[in-house]
């Protein structure tokens, strides 16, 4: 069973719309990622969090917000979506015991801003 | 800040033969190391967590070389065959859990 989950797994949005993109982990880990990825540029990431309410500004944040209401649930906001944000989005988490550090991913969500 | 390279971008080798990717990395307070695969259409998946004072490990087929002087790290896949076609990502973590540093990934292509 997986336990990082993203909804929708598809998205196709107008500019200037708002996009909100879900992550739910069952791993019961701290932390939370929000990364992007694009050829060319790897991974990365956006915002992450370590635990319910926290939310941290990656090496990308803007035109990105996040949010973190429960230890299961992270959300990526785009308030006001661009073509440039077009890209393949993945939520990760970990953070539990000596190997917390170790994340791990769920299965992205391609996002195509028109 | 923390760097990483990886090489190669691209690699075919044959059914049977071994595969090797190399990344190096800048900081010498750099503290964990991981190799991540990735298949079409899907999520990273973590194939082996190194700490800092492992050299070799292996698992499975697969053996991580961790060269602390030379700040590299590597993934030698012995015996390739042709399901461990996919993109391969190292990545680097220092004191910083959440700072981790993805190398851009290498396409791998196993011919049968």
């Known amino acids: 069973e997986a336990a990082v989950t993203q909804s929708p797994r598809n998205k196709v949005a107008v500019t200037g719309g708002k996009v909100t993109l879900s992550c739910n982990q069952t791993?019961?880990?701290?932390?939370m990622y929000w990364y992007r990825q694009d050829t060319g540029h790897g991974l990365r990431l956006i915002h992450y969090s370590y635990g319910a309410g926290s939310t941290e500004k990656g090496d990308i944040p803007d035109g990105y917000k996040a949010s973190r209401p429960s230890q299961e649930n992270f959300s990526l906001i785009l308030e006001l979506a661009t073509p440039s944000q077009t890209s393949v989005y993945f939520c990760a988490s970990g953070g539990l015991g000596v190997n917390y550090a170790e994340q791990f991913f769920g299965p992205g969500t391609r996002l195509t801003v028109l | 800040g923390e760097q990483v390279e990886q090489r190669p971008p691209h690699l075919s080798v044959p059914e049977g033969d071994s595969a090797v990717i190399i990344c190096t990395y800048t900081d010498s307070a750099t503290a964990y190391f991981y190799w991540y695969k990735q298949e079409p259409g899907a999520g990273l998946q973590l194939l082996m967590s190194?700490?800092?004072?492992?050299d070799r490990k292996e698992e499975q087929g697969l053996t991580v070389l961790l060269n602390k002087k030379d700040k590299q790290l590597s993934l030698n896949l012995t015996a390739a065959h042709p399901g461990d076609s996919a993109v391969y990502f190292c990545a680097v973590s220092g004191t910083n859990a959440y700072k981790v540093i993805f190398g851009k990934g290498t396409h791998l292509h196993v011919l049968p």
């Open positions: 190194v700490f800092s004072n492992v």
């Open positions: 791993n019961n880990h701290n932390n």
